[in-house]
């Protein structure tokens, strides 16, 4: 019985990133399509993994063959690859290095919208991994390799991403570098 009891909280843990990473994948989308924000590489690297994330998951959890230990493990490394990506780019906004342009409803910047919504996406399934290795669906060693995965994948987007412009006035559609000060 409590093998079902750990699938059925597994199933709804995935469920949840599932409808998380629905909503961050529709953000983002709407943030381009419907407001017409220019997405820069890091911009556009977290989009990806969100849509890969969303990819994963529902074709996975719609499929009849599914095992929700295998599901949450190989949706983790995209998610912590988005997170660590979107966390830099979050970074890079705080320490003014980049620019990044106000989110939806004027609730913070682009690049923290996009942290929050893989902390969503993050929580119900490190959740959902943490039942699966319990009930013996997955490992330890497997989960480790999902986060080393995702964070080298996160680490080669941020170093191979072309920078932004600089730019000597604000931007509001895209993100940019402002131009430095003269000394």
């Given at each position: 019985?409590a093998?079902?009891?750990a699938?059925n909280?597994?199933?709804?843990a ?8 629905s ?16 997405a820069?590489?890091?911009c556009?690297?977290?989009r ?5 994330v969303?990819?994963m ?10 095992s929700f ?10 998610t912590?690859a988005g997170g660590?990506?979107?966390a830099?780019h979050t970074?890079?906004d705080?320490?003014?290095q980049?620019?990044c342009?106000?989110?939806?409803f004027g609730?913070g910047k682009?690049a923290?919208?996009?942290l929050a ?5 993050g929580?119900?399934?490190a959740i ?6 319990r009930?013996g669906?997955t ?5 480790l ?7 080298t ?11 932004p412009?600089?730019l ?7 993100c940019?570098?402002p131009?430095?000060?003269?000394e």
């Amino acid at each position: 019985m409590a093998s079902t009891s750990a699938t059925n909280r597994s199933r709804l843990a995935t469920l949840a990133a599932l409808i998380a990473a629905s909503a961050s994948t529709l953000g983002s989308l709407y943030l381009s399509l419907g407001l017409g924000l220019i997405a820069c590489p890091l911009c556009f690297y977290q989009r990806c993994f969100a849509m890969a994330v969303l990819a994963m998951l529902a074709v996975g959890y719609c499929s009849p063959a599914r095992s929700f230990g295998q599901l949450n493990i190989l949706a983790l490394g995209p998610t912590v690859a988005g997170g660590v990506v979107a966390a830099v780019h979050t970074y890079f906004d705080a320490i003014g290095q980049q620019i990044c342009p106000d989110g939806l409803f004027g609730i913070g910047k682009t690049a923290q919208q996009s942290l929050a919504s893989y902390i969503l996406i993050g929580i119900p399934l490190a959740i959902g991994v943490e039942l699966d290795r319990r009930a013996g669906c997955t490992t330890r060693f497997a989960v480790l390799l999902a986060v080393v995965l995702g964070g080298t994948l996160a680490f080669a987007c941020v170093i191979a991403s072309p920078q932004p412009p600089f730019l000597a006035e604000h931007h509001p559609l895209m993100c940019y570098r402002p131009i430095p000060a003269a000394e």
